[in-house]
């Protein structure tokens, strides 16, 4: 199993929901980057669950410890290595879950692949395994403040509720004000009421999460295989529950004539721009300099509680099963935080790649 | 510029549209494999333009000869070399390109990023360049096929005309029988039709590719950074013209709730199934043995002889284009065959990589 | 800066002397290798300074713990984090080196690429650095086992004095009975005397570290660019303080004709044999079932308490140096544990590569 | 197999004696590198054989055709790909070679490991894959020559004949000069006579091979894992007949006090040095800005006329073998282009990788 993501920039994950520890190295960060562990902290406690109602009410206390990689308050270019300590990892008994798959939940693989599956509150196929991505993305994102890029990611749409389009300042604004990290504060609050709802219906729904990263250089990414598209993609559909990644119109584009959305170029203050946006920053494979675009299709948690059929894998035969716990009923606004970072990486690792950060020395 | 995919079994493509040849080394292919220059240009001819309405009218005779990798008949592991020599590549002016880019085509960011752009018929940024895709396509459906795995890619929508679902066996059978590639004889018509209307009109159109893996073992994949999802999603989004992928139900999942999405599982036979495949045949990154089920977007081709505004890079100031000669209307019936290509070679690698082929020799 | 090493069997390693913590990620390990903590610290303790008259006499006490990985006893095929805290990191005064590189040790390199360098007891440059490739070594160790192939390092060569050849079970016995780690139980206690001297002295004096490993399968490594001998080079090169590398009678064949050296070849028990193993295990790249022998040259310790010439990078002017502190005479002995761990890292990785080792799961 | 050298500025290498062709491709060379065939071919001719007394009287046109990466006479940061065809392949009868393996030749690992081995004329075990090598050298050394970077490798032992130590202006000139390669003309014309004596006796000798880099900037290679020396050493030790690589003193280290062999610093006209070059150059995996010094032991050709002990592999009995044909009697004089080549790679790989050059486009 390889569990590393990032080519110069490049994250090792590591860690199990219920085993002693959950992690990642971030190596090939260059040093002088002023760096400290409130700035991985506040990333983590994006993600944490139980603050809200449309998260699960379990409690989880996060706190991420640094073994290495920062020295005098910056970075000193060896590996940074952020741990974070599983607490009452056993709590509870999940032997239920042995040999038996949740339906759409991706125990299956890890069973039959592996064959010693840790099924502890889904061992290493858990969502606590994105601390390890989120620790990556805040340094990545430290990273890329020095070159004045962020990025921000947010919820557009829950089950069939779709949020209106804002600016980006107000997005910034707003995913703030409220639990679900939508930037529509109306549709916010409907988004907000619908995930309650299936909550009490021992269901859950699904929904797309938006990601905007701006200030971006033009000519980050490769044009054949190495595309920055195709990272993007790629660290995307690696989040769990992720079953769709669109850049820029996305799907829309089937039903257009380039007449229609083809990105004209003009010449303002003699910097090329392009007068829409309907690539999404990204053509040929490399950034062209306007704001990159993506959207993820985010599927419902499979974990429920509603009875649904399966079956043991040891006795291999047909058995029901009901999926007690405390479950996300929509796990979107705590993808944002997922999203924001895993695009972070992808930036963090073409900006060295592509000879905009020096590999070794940000003072180069 | 990285032109490789693949860790195990791994292509390196190379040339452009107007140099001496373009073409691909398909590296890690096991010895034994019976391998013959026609396996390899029976796709080619798939994807060679002029042989019906709705491409382009150019006429590409595309020819591969073999330069290494094939004893008496079979592959011995070394690096199987497939180049196809360029022909008539002086025949035309391009250098109206040389310093203006075409809007939302890739030539501004190898213009500016590289700064030696070989702008005659779009250079590498050509689509002649998925030849190089094709070849190692290839021969991975060959290696593929000693397991009795199948990829085949079809044309679901061009434009607002949306194909029927159709069984796997007739959408094998009915493409072959009309330009469009569809599955769906009636729209194939509507589709070729809105084609050539576009191409009247110097015009194109976009549209949605499917491609579907079948016998495909479950366990291909890793389930955090090297998922088999993840590595479709890449391949996919760096073909030119490719704006979203999804897998299984895609961005539907959006608005649905887990009890309708999940694929419960059973016992038939002594073997695992689900009553659904709304995963498209891959959960928590891993293959789960279902058919593998992707859908990519592909915008309008973006050089239309409409005409459009851009810029002279040289002087940076803005100057209007107007694309002349004769290029796809659509290119998703072309795209089929690269997606196929595409998802033959992350198969094969996977199969590799995850222990069901041989690094080294077929027959061990 | 990459810290990582092997490609399917990967070493991530992290931590500085006198940082938090020093440790690695074993990426790869396949499933079900039974491995338990003593397995990593039997391992460890053989590195551990303080033990013996030739070795430094800090006192450090490396006791790894295990963050994840294994499961009920058993590896489960996600990563293996091992972590060593360091204790008392903050009990000396470095400051004098902290512009000041000491002739031959790698500081300088820190100092200048970086910009940010940890010099407290040599940062990340320190020896102590390799408990991490002693923690990779011993999982690989583990799984080599479980094939029976066994590794081994010996001293062979301290300062002019030779040891004389031993067989394998001899080299094996013998080695655990002297702090050298030498076969040669006579030539081991010139060896320590000569040590002991050069301690007195304030100098430290070189020699060489033979590493044999036994029953590897006929087939590993790939014969152009990721041949066996080259990557076993690259992993004991890397090693501080090595500064040559020969496979077999290395740089002796310089003088011999392939007349006296050629190993020819037999048939004995229906099994290919050589009649010499001057190859040392290894030819075209591949190992051909015959013992792997490699040598390295291990140099001196550069941190003497003798004076030195050196320079103030500050300052950019001409200063000398003095080191004080308890530094090994001679690295050799302890080197031989990180060259048994690089040797099976490298073996683990290419017996999976070459699939010997199923990845996923080491029953299949 | 894997046919690809470097990470950034990478070669990937196919063909075999026999077969249409040799050849290689060179990827991730920026743009806008002046380069042309003659380039190329110059350094081809240094390996070609039949030109002199001391290598194989095997006449060989090695004409390379560049197939894609230049434009208008600049590299334009597409692959480079150059093939050499080869002619006259089938002129001999090599199915002596078909079950029997050479003693001391990699034949027997291609034989047993791929299970289909093109035999003919060695097939890709051959020197003639070095073709690839010296292409990707020729790229890398034009490359490096951009940053006045030069690479040179000449003669310094054969069998038991030593060479002086010469200045390296004076290699530069020597080796020019007469067919070993050697700096030292004495020397040079005992060498030349003692493999002229073993082609006789139908015999051949070993050798070393030394390589010195000049000009190259402080800072190359990272400091634990990708070290410049590991990657060299990996590198050289890839070249068939190779059994040992030594960087600086050496072997010579182990019978030396730190005392005797460290390196001082002092400050010149501001800029740093070692008052000695014992580290070769590379210190804690670091280039210091000293010239870069590595020694190869080259073994003696093992295919020989003499009568010699092998076996039939398909019968599994013991058989007799005698290797007519036209032999190298030393192969060092032709290693001597090939270690220059791998050398130039692997420093040209690493200027892009520590950022020195732009990954893309020389002129930024």
Redesign the interface.
């Known amino acids: ?5 990032g080519e110069k920039f ?7 929901s219920h ?5 990642a ?1 971030v ?2 960060c260059p ?2 980057l002023e760096l400290s562990v409130e700035d991985i902290q506040k990333e983590l406690d994006k993600r944490k669950p139980g603050t809200s109602s449309v998260t699960t009410p379990r409690k989880e206390s996060d706190e991420v ?5 920062i ?2 308050g ?6 940074i ?1 952020g ?1 974070v300590f599983n607490k009452n990892q056993h709590s509870k008994d999940y032997s239920m879950f042995k040999d038996t ?1 949740r ?8 069973m ?7 099924y502890n509150g889904g ?3 858990s969502g606590r ?1 994105t601390i390890g991505h989120v620790i990556g993305g805040a340094v990545a994102k430290k990273l890329l403040e020095t070159q004045n890029i962020e990025v921000i990611s947010h919820v557009t ?4 509720i779709k949020a209106e389009q804002h600016p980006y300042d107000e997005i910034k604004n707003n995913i703030e004000m409220n639990p679900v990290r939508c930037a529509d504060l109306e549709a916010a609050k409907e988004m907000e009421e619908l995930i309650v709802a ?1 909550k009490q219906e021992g ?6 999460v938006e990601t905007i990263a701006i200030n971006i250089p ?2 980050l ?7 920055l ?10 989040i ?1 529950a992720v ?17 229609e ?7 303002e203050n ?1 910097t ?1 721009k ?2 829409t946006n ?3 920053g990204i ?6 300099g306007m704001p990159i675009i993506s959207r993820i ?8 509680s ?1 009875c ?4 043991n ?1 040891e006795k ?3 058995k029901k099963i009901e999926i007690k716990g405390r479950h996300d009923p929509c796990i979107c606004p705590r993808v944002t935080v997922v999203a924001e970072s895993s695009t972070a990486i992808i930036l963090a690792d073409h900006m060295i ?3 905009f950060i ?4 940000l ?2």
Do not use: C
């Open positions: 199993m390889s569990n590393k993501i490049q994250i090792t994950s590591f860690g199990s085993g002693t520890a959950v992690g190295i190596d090939g040093a002088n410890k640094i073994l290495s990689g020295f005098e910056k970075t000193d270019g060896t590996p290595t741990v798959p339906p759409s939940h991706g125990d299956y693989g890890w039959t692949k592996y064959g010693n599956y840790d061992g290493r196929g395994v749409q829950i089950g069939d299936k269901d859950s729904v699904g929904g797309i033009a000519g990414g490769e044009p054949v295989f190495e595309r598209d195709g990272d993007l993609a790629r660290i995307l559909m690696n769990g079953k769709g990644v669109e850049i820029g119109l996305g799907f829309d584009v089937a039903n257009k004539s380039a007449s959305i083809n990105d004209e170029y003009y010449i003699n090329v392009t007068k309907n690539s999404g053509i040929g494979g490399m950034s062209n299709a985010v599927k419902p948690t499979p974990s429920i509603k649904q059929d399966s079956i894998l291999m035969e047909n790649r592509s000879g020096n590999p070794s020395n003072n180069e």
